[in-house]
Protein backbone atom coordinates (compact mmCIF):
# COMPACT_ATOMS: atom_id res chain seq x y z
CA UNK A 1 0.00 0.00 0.00
CA UNK A 2 0.97 3.41 -0.89
CA UNK A 3 1.55 5.92 2.15
CA UNK A 4 3.39 8.50 0.56
CA UNK A 5 4.30 9.88 -2.66
CA UNK A 6 7.19 11.68 -4.09
CA UNK A 7 8.95 11.98 -8.05
CA UNK A 8 11.93 10.02 -5.94
CA UNK A 9 10.88 8.18 -2.99
CA UNK A 10 7.86 6.72 -2.06
CA UNK A 11 6.56 5.11 1.32
CA UNK A 12 4.92 2.42 1.43
CA UNK A 13 3.21 -0.62 3.40
CA UNK A 14 3.59 -4.28 3.27
CA UNK A 15 2.14 -7.14 5.80
CA UNK A 16 5.60 -9.28 7.04
CA UNK A 17 4.97 -12.87 7.71
CA UNK A 18 3.47 -12.29 10.88
CA UNK A 19 0.85 -10.33 9.20
CA UNK A 20 2.06 -7.00 11.15
CA UNK A 21 2.45 -3.57 8.84
CA UNK A 22 6.19 -3.24 7.47
CA UNK A 23 6.82 0.16 6.48
CA UNK A 24 9.58 0.82 4.09
CA UNK A 25 10.99 3.50 1.10
CA UNK A 26 10.87 2.70 -2.53
CA UNK A 27 12.44 4.40 -5.31
CA UNK A 28 9.71 4.47 -7.88
CA UNK A 29 11.78 6.35 -10.55
CA UNK A 30 15.04 3.72 -11.20
CA UNK A 31 16.02 0.51 -12.01
CA UNK A 32 18.15 -0.03 -9.03
CA UNK A 33 21.69 2.03 -8.05
CA UNK A 34 25.55 1.49 -9.29
CA UNK A 35 28.01 2.28 -6.64
CA UNK A 36 31.69 3.07 -8.04
CA UNK A 37 34.94 2.67 -6.88
CA UNK A 38 37.12 4.19 -9.16
CA UNK A 39 40.82 3.56 -9.36
CA UNK A 40 42.95 5.82 -10.60
CA UNK A 41 46.30 5.04 -11.82
CA UNK A 42 46.13 1.85 -10.38
CA UNK A 43 47.09 3.41 -6.96
CA UNK A 44 44.67 5.47 -5.65
CA UNK A 45 41.40 5.66 -4.88
CA UNK A 46 38.89 8.79 -5.49
CA UNK A 47 36.50 9.29 -2.61
CA UNK A 48 33.90 11.72 -2.21
CA UNK A 49 32.90 13.74 1.10
CA UNK A 50 29.20 14.69 1.38
CA UNK A 51 27.35 16.33 3.50
CA UNK A 52 23.96 14.19 3.47
CA UNK A 53 21.29 15.83 5.34
CA UNK A 54 19.73 13.04 6.92
CA UNK A 55 22.80 12.64 8.83
CA UNK A 56 23.11 15.83 9.54
CA UNK A 57 19.46 16.07 11.05
CA UNK A 58 19.70 13.54 12.92
CA UNK A 59 23.12 14.54 14.15
CA UNK A 60 24.77 11.47 12.71
CA UNK A 61 27.53 13.16 11.19
CA UNK A 62 28.12 16.53 9.37
CA UNK A 63 29.94 14.60 6.83
CA UNK A 64 30.33 11.23 5.05
CA UNK A 65 32.88 8.86 3.04
CA UNK A 66 31.30 7.80 -0.48
CA UNK A 67 32.23 7.20 -3.86
CA UNK A 68 30.52 7.84 -6.84
CA UNK A 69 27.31 6.54 -6.82
CA UNK A 70 23.76 6.88 -8.72
CA UNK A 71 20.49 5.76 -9.84
CA UNK A 72 19.89 3.99 -13.00
CA UNK A 73 17.76 5.10 -15.47
CA UNK A 74 15.86 8.38 -12.83
CA UNK A 75 16.94 10.99 -15.44
CA UNK A 76 18.26 8.92 -18.77
CA UNK A 77 15.39 6.61 -20.40
CA UNK A 78 16.83 3.14 -21.29
CA UNK A 79 19.76 3.63 -19.01
CA UNK A 80 21.57 0.38 -18.63
CA UNK A 81 23.72 -0.37 -15.70
CA UNK A 82 27.42 0.23 -17.65
CA UNK A 83 25.71 3.64 -19.01
CA UNK A 84 24.56 4.57 -15.33
CA UNK A 85 28.45 3.24 -14.31
CA UNK A 86 29.81 5.79 -17.08
CA UNK A 87 27.67 8.44 -16.53
CA UNK A 88 27.94 8.84 -12.79
CA UNK A 89 31.99 8.28 -12.76
CA UNK A 90 31.54 11.51 -15.21
CA UNK A 91 29.30 13.59 -13.54
CA UNK A 92 30.56 12.86 -9.88
CA UNK A 93 34.28 13.08 -10.69
CA UNK A 94 34.78 14.23 -14.16
CA UNK A 95 36.59 11.61 -15.24
CA UNK A 96 36.20 8.55 -17.98
CA UNK A 97 36.56 4.88 -17.33
CA UNK A 98 39.01 2.60 -19.22
CA UNK A 99 38.20 -0.25 -18.16
CA UNK A 100 35.06 -1.42 -16.12
CA UNK A 101 34.32 -4.48 -13.62
CA UNK A 102 31.47 -5.00 -12.37
CA UNK A 103 32.33 -6.81 -8.36
CA UNK A 104 28.44 -7.93 -7.35
CA UNK A 105 25.01 -7.33 -8.37
CA UNK A 106 21.64 -7.08 -6.27
CA UNK A 107 23.20 -5.53 -2.57
CA UNK A 108 20.40 -4.42 -0.68
CA UNK A 109 21.96 -1.06 1.21
CA UNK A 110 19.38 -1.58 3.78
CA UNK A 111 16.77 -4.25 2.95
CA UNK A 112 14.80 -3.79 6.07
CA UNK A 113 14.28 -0.46 5.38
CA UNK A 114 14.40 0.44 1.36
CA UNK A 115 13.92 -1.63 -1.39
CA UNK A 116 16.20 -0.63 -3.47
CA UNK A 117 19.67 -2.78 -4.37
CA UNK A 118 23.26 -1.61 -5.51
CA UNK A 119 25.71 -2.88 -8.45
CA UNK A 120 29.55 -2.60 -7.25
CA UNK A 121 31.96 -1.81 -10.33
CA UNK A 122 35.50 -0.74 -10.03
CA UNK A 123 36.00 1.87 -12.52
CA UNK A 124 39.48 1.92 -13.73
CA UNK A 125 41.15 5.29 -14.95
CA UNK A 126 44.35 5.08 -16.36
CA UNK A 127 45.61 8.92 -16.50
CA UNK A 128 43.83 11.53 -13.60
CA UNK A 129 42.35 14.11 -15.82
CA UNK A 130 39.39 15.19 -15.52
CA UNK A 131 37.17 15.65 -18.61
CA UNK A 132 34.83 17.79 -17.40
CA UNK A 133 34.09 19.94 -13.96
CA UNK A 134 32.24 17.63 -11.82
CA UNK A 135 28.77 18.11 -9.95
CA UNK A 136 28.24 19.12 -6.54
CA UNK A 137 24.98 17.08 -6.61
CA UNK A 138 22.90 19.83 -5.48
CA UNK A 139 25.38 21.03 -2.88
CA UNK A 140 25.77 17.30 -1.55
CA UNK A 141 29.51 16.75 -2.88
CA UNK A 142 31.76 19.29 -0.74
CA UNK A 143 35.16 17.40 -1.75
CA UNK A 144 37.21 15.15 -3.58
CA UNK A 145 39.87 13.41 -2.52
CA UNK A 146 42.57 10.66 -3.62
CA UNK A 147 44.00 8.47 -1.33
CA UNK A 148 46.50 6.29 -1.64
CA UNK A 149 45.31 2.40 -2.03
CA UNK A 150 48.13 1.70 0.56
CA UNK A 151 46.57 4.29 2.89
CA UNK A 152 42.88 3.91 2.69
CA UNK A 153 42.41 1.54 6.00
CA UNK A 154 44.36 4.22 7.84
CA UNK A 155 42.58 7.16 6.02
CA UNK A 156 39.25 5.67 6.88
CA UNK A 157 40.01 5.01 10.17
CA UNK A 158 41.13 8.48 10.67
CA UNK A 159 38.30 10.40 9.54
CA UNK A 160 35.79 8.01 11.22
CA UNK A 161 37.60 8.69 14.08
CA UNK A 162 36.88 12.40 13.36
CA UNK A 163 33.47 12.04 13.55
CA UNK A 164 32.45 11.72 9.56
CA UNK A 165 30.49 8.75 8.43
CA UNK A 166 31.30 5.88 6.17
CA UNK A 167 28.92 4.85 3.61
CA UNK A 168 27.58 1.68 3.86
CA UNK A 169 28.11 0.98 -0.17
CA UNK A 170 32.18 2.68 0.25
CA UNK A 171 32.48 -0.24 2.76
CA UNK A 172 31.45 -3.00 0.76
CA UNK A 173 33.18 -1.69 -2.11
CA UNK A 174 36.13 -1.72 0.13
CA UNK A 175 35.59 -5.59 0.13
CA UNK A 176 36.11 -5.83 -3.52
CA UNK A 177 39.62 -3.51 -3.63
CA UNK A 178 41.01 -5.96 -1.44
CA UNK A 179 40.05 -9.25 -3.23
CA UNK A 180 41.80 -7.23 -6.26
CA UNK A 181 44.28 -4.94 -4.90
CA UNK A 182 47.43 -7.71 -5.79
CA UNK A 183 46.71 -7.71 -9.36
CA UNK A 184 46.85 -3.94 -9.44
Known amino acids: MLLYDTKYLQL????????????????????????????????????????????VAENVAEFSIALPAG??????????IDDAIRAELLEEAGLLADKIEIMAENVASSAGC??????????????????REPVTDGGVIVDRVLVDIDNID?????????????????????YYLKLIQDKL
Not at 18 to 47: C, M, Q
Not at 71 to 80: A, I, K, N, P, S
Not at 114 to 131: L, N
Open 12 to 55: KSTKSKTGSDWVYAHRPNSNGVVVVLPIIEKSKVLFLIEERPPL
Open 71 to 80: LVGDERVGET
Open 114 to 131: ISESFTIAIAYVDKYEQK
Open 154 to 174: LWLKSKTEEGIALTSHTLAAM
